[in-house]
């Protein structure tokens, strides 16, 4: 086995895809389980006590700071087949492999599922704990074992789907087990036949609008608009430095939802359950006057405005004051909390 290579005052610059520059006392890349446990040994002898962060493609983080202790980051990769029955097939996927190249990979193999969640940024141990979602389809409709190790004593424990107690944005590994776990492995259980998840409008508005009927579409064709549309309406962070959606969509009693249709007719929803609806914070953001307005060196994105971007050379700070001129103008014009996605690092206690 090989031994890991821990990096010290490491720049996690790469490691964000808002573009902030900031440092970590250690970093430790790792290819196995075993890799992962020597890493945690060393983070006993030598950072006892200190924060321990572990991070997949850091597409949802904002560093605030330095820092100070170590940072973990999966490098597992690999596609095994667990099993193949005649509808679906249980595949095992490392955790540090990227989520993209790895829908690519299931439908170049048959598997069919995740071709609505094409392109969404990160690695497929942090689809487990975010249960990323897009266009009507989310990783949990698809996951069925996580495996992970315990960090704070290195034994293994693999969850069964129902353990992880999924919901929007939400996981166990993300509130009860926030931090004790690393994600090694993830299963998933796929399709052998192609059926189209049209749920979502805005997907089937630009299948129509390139010609596909459902008559004649393929999961290809699913990737390629899923693609195109991301394309279009999300900042590339290569160009400019964001983390996609900044803040989540609020799910709101339908009866403030009513209250607010009285003074704002247009205000959009989707249906959640019987008692609850989401808006799209998108749009109430819009309506506060932020789409495209930049403070400082951070800015609303001008075509998506859930998305928040370094505009420049931006500090986590100044990302941080954009987020709360937002937050509490659309507090106080509709009532509404927003609460961000992106997970803030800040205030470490050492
Ligand atoms: N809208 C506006 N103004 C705009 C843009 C959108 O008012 O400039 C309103 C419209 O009412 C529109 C609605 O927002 O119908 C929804 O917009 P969109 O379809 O772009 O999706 P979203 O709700 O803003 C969510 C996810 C995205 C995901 C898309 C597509 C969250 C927090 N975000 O955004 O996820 O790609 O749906 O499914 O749930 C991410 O998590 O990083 C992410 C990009």
Known sequence: MNEIKPQLHYSLLSHNTFGIQAHADCFIQYTSVEQLLQAIACYREHYAGRPLLHIGGGSNLLFMQDFPGVILHSAIEGVELLAQEEERVLVRVGAGMNWDSWVEYSLSQGWYGLENL????????????????????????????????????????????????????????????????????????????????????????????????????????????????????????????????????????????????????????????DDNVKIPAAWLIEQCGWKGRSLGKAAVHARQPLVLVNAGGASGKDIMELCRCVQADVRERFGIALQPEVMILSNFCI
């Open 118 to 273: 094409s392109l969404i940024p990160g690695e497929v141990g942090a689809s487990a704990v975010q249960n990323i979602g897009a266009y009507g389809a989310e990783a949990a409709q698809f996951i069925r074992k996580v495996e992970c190790v315990d960090l704070s004593d290195g034994s293994l424990r693999t969850f069964d789907v129902e353990e992880c107690d999924y919901g929007y944005r939400h996981s166990v590994f993300k509130t009860l087990h926030r931090g004790r776990y690393a994600v090694t492995h993830v299963q998933f259980a796929l399709s052998l036949r192609f059926s189209p998840n049209l749920s979502y409008h805005g997907l089937t508005s630009a299948l129509q609008e390139s010609g596909k009927t459902e008559a004649n579409l393929t999961a290809q064709d699913i990737r390629e608009t899923v693609i195109a549309v991301r394309r279009q309406k999300l900042p590339d962070p290569q160009v400019q430095g964001n983390a996609g959606s900044f803040f989540m969509n609020p799910v709101v009693p339908v009866s403030l939802y009513n209250r607010l249709k009285e003074s704002h007719a247009t205000i959009p929803c989707y249906r959640v359950d």
